[in-house]
């Protein structure tokens, strides 16, 4: 199998362009037909389907970003395990990417304290398959449904160091808070050494144009704390909500 990877539930050629860069680059739409671009659609679809009925009924939980190329011995790959069982213990599942790195520490650390461990997976060009502490895996082709099901089906987000893939996370789901899409939704950025840096310039550059609000800087919270990270992410809505995010089934303010 060493010349096919994993593309979405299938097994394809290596050679196969991801259905992302298919989708996207210009040249390729050029070349298909007005009718295959129906066909696409049904297919992003029924991704969006497969991804519901595989996660619904998966209850509380919090989804975690971080980098995949954190190593075993890295202390971050080690507060990743910590937090994943804290927020097993709990009562919470927790999802991540399903890769390496920190993805894997998340799942370990919540499988090995009994939690459910999800990983949403994508396919790349050079294949990230599933790390072995998943207990509930999805293979996605498209970025933007895998990203649909980590805000969906989680309460909030704990993000740890990363790259491109998870500053990408932090700014959209900075954006979805910022703009009402999601309410109530903390954001805990984990690492205080990794972070500082871009929180000043934010703070310094950001803010000082006029680009954003004071007040959005209050939508992410810091911490070094494993336990403190999930205590910060689970915390229970505000009584002020009226309406409650559905996939909680938390009661509305003043329900009896």
Do not use: E
């Given at each position: 199998m060493s010349d096919h990877r994993r593309a979405g539930r299938l097994v394809v050629p290596r050679e196969h362009a991801p259905a992302d860069r298919t989708l996207l680059e210009r040249s390729a739409i050029e070349e298909l037909s007005h009718h295959a671009d129906p066909w696409r659609v049904l297919r992003i679809l029924s991704e969006f389907v497969e991804g519901f009925d595989a996660l619904n009924e998966v209850g509380p939980a919090v989804t975690v970003f971080g980098s995949a190329r954190a190593k075993p011995d890295d202390p971050y790959y080690k507060a990743g395990m910590a937090i994943g069982a804290a927020l097993a213990n709990r009562?919470?599942?927790?999802?991540t990417g399903g890769g390496p790195g920190i993805m894997e520490a998340v799942n370990r650390g919540c499988h090995d304290a009994g939690g459910l461990s999800v990983g949403c997976n994508i396919e790349l060009p050079h294949e990230q398959s599933l790390n072995k502490y998943v207990d509930l895996g999805v293979e996605f082709?498209?970025?933007?449904v895998r990203k649909n099901m980590?805000?969906?089906?989680?309460?909030?987000?704990?993000?740890?160091?990363?790259?491109?893939?998870t500053l990408d996370e932090l700014f959209e789901s900075l954006t979805l808070a910022q703009t009402g899409k999601i309410e109530h939704f903390p954001i805990v950025l984990f690492g205080t050494p990794y972070w500082s840096g871009l929180l000043d310039w934010m703070k310094e550059t950001v803010l000082e144009s006029g680009a954003i609000a004071p007040?959005?800087?209050?939508?992410?919270?810091?911490?070094?704390?494993?336990e403190e990270a999930a205590e910060m992410a689970t915390r229970p809505l505000p009584i002020e909500v009226e309406e409650p995010r559905e996939q909680t089934g938390e009661?509305?303010?003043g329900a009896q």
């Open positions: 009562g919470f599942a927790v999802i082709r498209y970025f933007f980590f805000v969906k089906y989680a309460r909030g987000f704990v993000i740890f160091p990363g790259g491109f893939g007040y959005d800087l209050k939508l992410m919270t810091l911490t070094d704390d494993p009661p509305k303010a």
